[in-house]
């Protein structure tokens, strides 16, 4: 019993010590918001806009935000849907665009009436940004690019991209991010799969990205777009191990030292969910094999004993069968003295 109560409390301090072990497989407070702006689209959503940069030493999978508004009575006025970071495989001191929107009715009145209240911060929290040791493919290559807006009023950024490298891409998308002339984001876009959908090596292909959601001519000047970076991502191939990162490539007009827009507080979760789902799983995992294996060895104690038991009462069935057989001989059957010097009396006794 002893050896059984020890066993089961060295294997739960065992499973929580393996569970509480500090984990690297997210890292959310690496992710920093650099610079972000807002503004009503034409569908009347409330959207942010912004640029974050992995300021961690590995490469991060997939990012997930989310978001909440103050208004400048303090009070949080709206909450966004989860927005993915705009990249797959975020490398170390690489940035990226994401775009975050906010249904008017999720917010504390409804509609967008609390813009009236006037917005003080919009607040981030990073819920999955999982550590990972895939990148992309670094050989798609910007050529050229140039940027403009067309007669409805829209601004476009285009150009070339060439294969430098020795494998064929697949399911090339260019992903664009717009700052205005203190270098805050203002829009950001992405191209679908450009054509061809497959890049030999030394091949070239064209692109154009538009700005999301902003006419330059209804805009206000601190919505103008004065320039903008470029990111090349591929779906295929994915590669493995560590590599400089594929370095956004900005636009001919260089934005200023980007300024934080109004209080880019970067609230990041502390413990993401996967790691307490992790935690809870091994937790679990860990009581149902403990009580798995005293069960297993309390059913084997008890198949002893009834085996024990059987034993003992099959001798014990024999010891009587015998008894009777002696007492038969002995004191009924006329031959009894030539009975008890026989080899069945002497073993007997």
Known sequence: MRKNRFFFVFFMLASLGLALVPQVSSQPENIKVLTYSWYVDSFGGFDVVGEVQNIGSNTIDTV??????YTSDGEPSAYSY???VWVKYLQPQQKAPFYMQFDPQNSRTGDLSWLSLGIDRVEFTVTHANVTSKRQYPDLIIESSSGGVDREGAYWASGTIKNVGSQTATNIRVVGTFFNASGIVVAVGYTDPLSPTSLTPSGV?????????LNQSEVSPDKKIYSYSLLVQAEEPVLSGTDSPSTPTPSGSTPSSPTQSP??????SIASETQIVAVIVLVIFGLAVALLLLRRRSSRTKVQMIKSRKSQTRKKQRYVRFKSLLHFRLYICPLSRSLSQSPLHASAR
């Open 64 to 69: 997930v935000m989310s978001g909440t508004v």
């Open 205 to 213: 292909t064209s692109f154009r990205v538009g700005a999301f959601d």
């Open 82 to 84: 989860p927005c993915f």
């Open 263 to 268: 209080d880019s507080n970067n609230k990041n």
